[in-house]
């Protein structure tokens, strides 16, 4: 777009179907290269990722014409594929609906950076569920807590 200048930048976080914990240490960094190649093929730019067992931080600066919603269905959507592919579980990997999108500004970066590259440090003192929760709360989104999570489904 000529004469379109922008600053976007959209804290991302999604979540395992059923916060299951089936992100494995052996292949997160591959996973994160690939979630990174979707992210770079569509026109935007991965500035931070890391999470979890059970669920993804991501760090994107976009640009205006981008749909946020349909850039992170192609996320999730590709790299359940690419899991599935490759056999790293038993049964279907899944992302559970949704995500949560919090907006930051340039003044921020470093300190969102941070937040993302320590994320193993954060789940130490802090379960996803406090930490998703605290988001919402910064960023005064208000929410009801039974359609936060879905929950594993139990036979």
Request: include cysteine; hydrophobic fraction near 35%; charged fraction near 25%.
């Amino acid at each position: 777009m000529a004469n379109t200048y922008s600053q976007i930048y959209i804290h991302c976080v999604f979540v395992v179907k059923g916060r299951q914990n089936l992100i494995s240490k052996r292949w997160k960094d591959e996973l994160y290269k690939y979630i990174t190649g979707i992210v770079s093929n569509e026109d935007q730019k991965l500035i931070a990722i890391n999470g979890m067992a059970d669920h993804v931080h991501i760090l994107l600066g976009i640009k205006p014409n981008k749909n946020l919603s349909e850039l992170i269905r192609d996320i999730k959507a590709n790299s359940s594929r690419f899991i599935n592919t490759k056999k790293w579980i038993l049964g279907k990997f899944e992302w559970q609906k949704g995500f949560g999108a919090f907006s930051c500004g340039q003044a921020q970066l470093d300190l969102v950076i941070n937040y993302i590259q320590k994320q193993e440090i954060h789940h130490k003192k802090m379960s996803f569920r406090e930490e998703y929760q605290k988001f919402l709360k910064h960023h005064d989104i208000k929410y009801k807590t039974d359609y936060l999570f879905e929950q594993i489904e139990k036979f």
